[in-house]
């Protein structure tokens, strides 16, 4: 298997536009987990979906941020309008129930909003 | 609501020393998964260890091993013999065990940031 495949690896884009990262899961995997790391805030859970259904959105900053699962095999994370506080490298990550909460992570997005 | 508290940003150590990363965490639970994940310079985030919190045994891989206080709500990650491919940022995690609840979302730490020196 290809492991977790996120999409685009860096992203450089100017305040105001809008942003969509992307995210294949492992097949056979149930959850999707999207998070932002960032020096002063560490790793942050945004969203998380079990089923393609999200189940907690707790973490989303804002209503700029929306998150999507229309499928098992795809997800999007998308900001709109970007900000540059919202620089960070964003995972996404995903497992089964019986893997007892071992991750399985994408290699991340690095967005730049300048 | 839990939370997961890594009181070390940094620490540096010579190769082949041992080193200890602390971790608290607070919860109102009694049964959960506690994590360490090692996230190295190529930013790629591995699973190291995994203790489950009604095993009294510390969790044990190779040359990392864990020192579970369920008590104290203490759970340290120790590196024996450490080599330059230790050197990563590390990260402590809380899950709960399954309930009705379904709340399986997992919580990190800020994170230790861990250079291992030649």
């Known amino acids: 298997d290809a492991g977790v495949i996120q999409s685009p690896r860096h992203e450089v884009t100017e305040m105001g536009q809008e942003v969509t990262l992307r995210c294949k899961p492992i097949s056979g995997h149930d959850y999707l987990f999207w998070y932002r790391q960032t020096m002063m805030r560490g790793l942050e859970l945004l969203i998380y979906f079990n089923n393609n259904v999200p189940i907690d959105d707790s973490g989303m900053p804002e209503d700029r941020f929306s998150a999507k699962m229309p499928n098992a095999s795809f997800s999007t994370l998308k900001i709109q309008p970007s900000e540059p506080r919202d620089s960070a490298v964003y995972f996404c990550?995903?497992?089964?129930?019986?893997?007892?909460?071992?991750?399985?992570f994408g290699s991340g997005t690095q967005l730049s909003v300048l | 609501a839990q939370t997961v508290t890594q009181s070390q940003p940094e620490m540096s150590v010579q190769e082949a020393e041992t080193v200890t990363l602390s971790c608290t965490y607070d919860t109102s639970e009694s049964n959960y998964y506690l994590f360490w994940y090692k996230q190295p310079p190529s930013r790629q985030m591995i699973l190291v260890i995994r203790q489950e919190a009604y095993k009294q045994q510390n969790a044990t891989e190779n040359r990392f091993s864990v020192n579970f206080q369920k008590a104290a709500k203490s759970f340290s990650l120790k590196i024996s013999d450490s080599q330059l491919g230790d050197t990563a940022m590390y990260f402590c995690?809380?899950?709960?065990?399954?309930?009705?609840?379904?709340?399986?979302?997992?919580?990190f730490g800020k994170g230790t940031r861990l250079h291992i020196l030649p």
């Open positions: 990550a995903s497992s089964f129930i019986g893997l007892r909460g071992k991750l399985f």
């Open positions: 995690a809380f899950m709960k065990h399954r309930s009705m609840n379904r709340d399986d979302k997992i919580i």
